[in-house]
């Protein structure tokens, strides 16, 4: 079957009692038992949800694999993977990972004795020169969060294997529809489900996907003992977004691309960060790994001064954190999505205070470029 086809019917039977089409939202916190240890699949909500095992079925058909389990927020699903690791563990990361990603595992889990490694993963070489005898996972964004640099996926499941540790991959910023790391030899993949995944701006989620059964009976256990479970509503609510997330991703993609185009060629943007233009580095790596190039945009305006007045003078696009909802979202990555990463790291990493990311949203694109353009001219 194709994307859109299992994006709208994978996990999802009409409900046996009524017909409904739609999966129903489960909201209850326990289920009658017909006798001691006799039940029907379901003896607690913390355990189980009918809604969120359809969600949870939803997900793993479309990145491909075989589990799947859905958490609370996009940072509990990271933080159980995390917890699949123990004290003098060692963990390879993206040195420009998402500052809450960063936040968790220098501020949090460096606490509890794991060890983090931060490299440029778009060099191989510097992952093979971080891995250490003790080394468990490498985890990688792809494109990175903001500066949109690229990691050869299935170059680093090669060194992984190779190394006997677990490649993980957080796709949030491209969405199965657009890449899909399992495939290219992921061992993991996590998502913030409140991104594109939902697409609506109105849930918070967490999702984990992989094929390993082992690791899974493990996760399924670290998701009911931690319970920083996903809720019915959420639930429910992200999987009405995957049923348009096809359609919703080729806008994105389609306006991404127009807008990326269009900021290239305004004089006051001195750099654009999007993979689909012609001069990013990876371009040619992009075009091998992913199925299109997003909505996810950074540029370079200059300084603090020129970054702010250009947000505070946006009337359509909306200054906010977060991304992958159907409208456009604008950030200051350094004072917002990574206010938690030290200022001489994001100096170092190009997280300046120049530095403007977009979330393109599914607007009429000329509405979108009539804003940005209107913005850019006050700056």
């Given at each position: ?29 326990t ?34 694999g075989k ?21 003098g ?29 931060y490299?440029?993963?778009s ?61 290219l030899?992921a ?27 082992i ?24 999987l ?53 190039f ?16 250009f ?45 403007v990311?977009?979330?393109v949203?599914?607007?009429?694109v ?7 353009e209107?913005?850019?001219s006050?700056?």
């Amino acid at each position: 079957m194709g994307f859109a086809t299992i994006a709208i019917h994978a996990g999802q039977k009409p409900d046996p009692s009524t017909g409904a089409v739609i999966t129903p939202i489960y909201q209850t916190s326990t289920y009658v038992q017909e006798g001691v240890g006799i039940h029907k699949g379901y003896e607690y909500a913390r355990t189980q949800n009918p809604t969120r095992s359809a969600l949870e079925a939803n997900l793993a058909a479309l990145e491909g694999g075989k589990f799947a389990y859905a958490f609370a927020s996009g940072m509990a699903a990271i933080n159980v993977v995390a917890s699949l690791f123990a004290a003098g563990d060692h963990c390879v990361v993206s040195d420009t990972t998402y500052g809450g990603t960063f936040r968790l595992f220098d501020k949090v889990l460096k606490n509890f004795g794991l060890e983090f490694s931060y490299v440029n993963t778009s060099n191989l070489d510097a992952i093979v020169k971080a891995v250490k005898p003790n080394t468990k996972m490498v985890f990688i964004e792809t494109p990175t969060n903001p500066t949109m640099a690229l990691t050869d996926i299935r170059a680093v499941a090669n060194i992984a294997q190779e190394k006997g540790v677990k490649l993980v991959v957080d796709n949030t910023f491209m969405s199965p529809y657009l890449q899909q790391p399992i495939a290219l030899g992921a061992d993991i993949v996590v998502h913030s489900t409140t991104k594109f995944l939902n697409g609506h701006s109105d849930s918070v989620g967490g999702i984990v996907v992989l094929n390993d059964p082992i690791i899974a009976e493990r996760i399924a256990f670290l998701q009911n003992a931690a319970g920083a479970i996903l809720s019915p509503f959420d639930s429910w609510l992200i999987l009405r977004g995957t049923k348009t997330l096809a359609v919703r991703m080729r806008q994105h993609e389609e306006n991404g691309r127009r807008v990326a185009n269009f900021l290239v060629e305004n004089p006051k943007v001195k750099k654009v960060f999007y993979p689909g233009l012609a001069d990013h580095p990876q371009h040619k790596l992009a075009c091998q790994q992913m199925s299109g190039f997003g909505a996810m945009i950074s540029f370079e305006t200059g300084s603090y001064e020129k970054a702010t007045r250009f947000l505070e003078s946006l009337k359509l696009c909306l200054l906010a954190e977060s991304l992958g909802g159907v409208e456009t979202l604008v950030c200051h990555p350094a004072k917002m999505t990574h206010a938690s990463v030290p200022a001489t790291e994001r100096d170092r990493l190009g997280i300046t205070d120049g530095l403007v990311r977009i979330s393109v949203g599914i607007e009429d694109v000329e509405d979108i470029i009539a804003d940005l353009e209107q913005a850019l001219s006050i700056m």
